[in-house]
């Protein structure tokens, strides 16, 4: 009976390969090309008046949009900043004393120094603070646009705060 079935079956294979009428019955017309839909496409969206992109237009430069930003940027920042020092530590000679040596050789000014140390501490602090307000939010509280908006301007207030502190220590 298996070998009744597996002939027929292969019966049908061979009729479909040498008989390509067979196979254009069952076939499908295509309706339009890529080209086609492309034209269509930009036709409907000047017919409507449509911007480019609804992102420059809809959508302005907000606190909770610029924050977001800035937090993925510094996390990539302090992310390679450890991975460089890091590597730094490898293969320079010496040790981070003598470094630090180094730069109290120079002689800057107290002003440049504390810029250096405020510029090294705001993307720390900065990512730490908007790190616990994502914490809060994973928690299901102050998810409410102004709650979001007040909540973005105290992270600022801390990461300023806390910044300008460890740049004076």
């Not at 049908?12 to 067979?22: E, M, Y």
């Not at 036709?43 to 008046?49: D, E, P, Q, V, Y």
């Not at 501490?121 to 007040?150: E, M, S």
Request: glycine share 8%.
């Amino acid at each position: 009976m298996a070998s009744l079935l597996l002939r027929h079956a292969g019966r049908q294979c061979l009729r479909t390969q040498f008989r390509p009428v067979f196979c254009l019955k069952h076939a499908v017309p295509m309706g339009t090309s890529a080209q086609q839909e492309m034209d269509r496409y930009w036709a409907k969206n000047t017919r409507l008046s449509r911007p480019l992109s609804p992102h420059i237009t809809i959508y302005g430069w907000s606190l909770p949009m610029m924050m977001s930003i800035t937090h993925r940027g510094t996390g990539v920042g302090l992310s390679l900043g450890v991975s460089l020092f890091g590597l730094a530590a490898l293969a320079l000679p010496g040790d981070f004393a003598s470094y630090l040596e180094l730069i109290k050789s120079l002689s800057l000014g107290p002003a440049l120094i504390y810029s250096a140390k405020f510029a090294l501490a705001f993307p720390i602090t900065y990512h730490t603070w908007n790190g616990i307000r994502h914490l809060i939010w994973d928690l299901g509280k102050c998810l409410k646009i102004p709650q979001v908006h007040q909540s973005g301007i105290i992270v600022l207030a801390l990461t300023l705060l806390s910044s300008a502190s460890i740049a004076a220590i």
